[in-house]
């Protein structure tokens, strides 16, 4: 079946360091993959997307490739601030395969000292 | 415009009492999701309604566990003879269709505390 796995939290860094949050799936067809995001108190919203192998999806100074030889979608920003600290939660949606709901990843919770 | 709302946004029951928890989705949206995110649990998927069609309850976790869309719009799922383990954010999601890279909106959720 599909699934996804993410690297266990918490990720603890400093302001204006580089994040990786890793996260890689298993899936048949080809799915669309996905970062959410959930801020303290608020409710999950989309981060960015990738549809196919080698897109690139970035908001926010955050960016994750579709790498489908590693399949892998490793969420990246080169300078973390306060405000990103948050949960966040990789997903895939297959596609081809008849199977439209949205799978996700365990979450991994980002925490920025200033 | 509006967003995915959800009531009530915080539910406390009594072990055993039976509870209804409401999703109103974005105006236009065909898809709707029900997940549920447990402490430590990540996102459990339960209930996906698509248009006419019949929806794939593959997550819902027992008998216990109901939903429908009427009218194709508003959700109410529906948790029966409540039970501890139950205690969770219940998360409402709609996308604008079946397309696989529609993103989904979701709401904030219904914080459920079954005692």
């Known amino acids: 079946g599909n699934s996804v796995t993410q690297m266990e939290g918490p990720v603890t860094l400093s302001e204006e360091a580089f994040l990786t949050i890793n996260c890689t799936y298993t899936?048949?067809?080809?799915?669309?993959l996905f970062w959410y995001v959930q801020y303290p108190g608020e409710g999950l919203q989309l981060l960015l997307k990738a549809t196919k192998a080698d897109d690139k999806g970035s908001n926010k100074g955050f960016e994750a490739t579709y790498r489908k030889e590693t399949t892998s979608f490793h969420l990246e920003k080169g300078s973390v601030q306060v405000s990103d600290s948050a949960v966040y939660f990789c997903?895939?949606?297959?596609?081809?395969?008849?199977?439209?709901?949205?799978?996700f990843g365990t979450g991994t919770r980002l925490l920025v000292s200033p | 415009g509006a967003g995915v709302s959800q009531s009530p946004s915080n539910k406390v029951t009594e072990k055993g009492k039976d509870v209804e928890l409401r999703c109103d989705p974005i105006?236009?949206?065909?898809?709707l999701y029900w997940y549920r995110q447990s402490l430590g649990q990540g996102l459990e998927f339960l209930i996906y309604?698509?248009?006419?069609?019949?929806?794939?309850k593959s997550g819902l976790p027992s008998d216990r566990f109901s939903a429908e869309r009427t009218g194709g719009s508003v959700s109410t799922l529906t948790i029966q003879r409540t039970q501890q383990e139950d205690s969770a954010v219940y998360l409402c999601?709609?996308?604008?269709?079946?397309?696989?890279?529609?993103?989904?909106?979701f709401g904030n959720g219904t914080r459920l505390t079954v005692t």
């Open positions: 309604f698509q248009g006419n069609s019949a929806p794939d």
């Open positions: 105006s236009g949206h065909t898809a």
């Open positions: 999601a709609s996308s604008l269709d079946r397309v696989g890279n529609s993103p989904l909106h």
């Open positions: 899936a048949t067809g080809y799915p669309s």
């Open positions: 997903a895939l949606r297959a596609v081809n395969t008849g199977f439209q709901k949205l799978v």
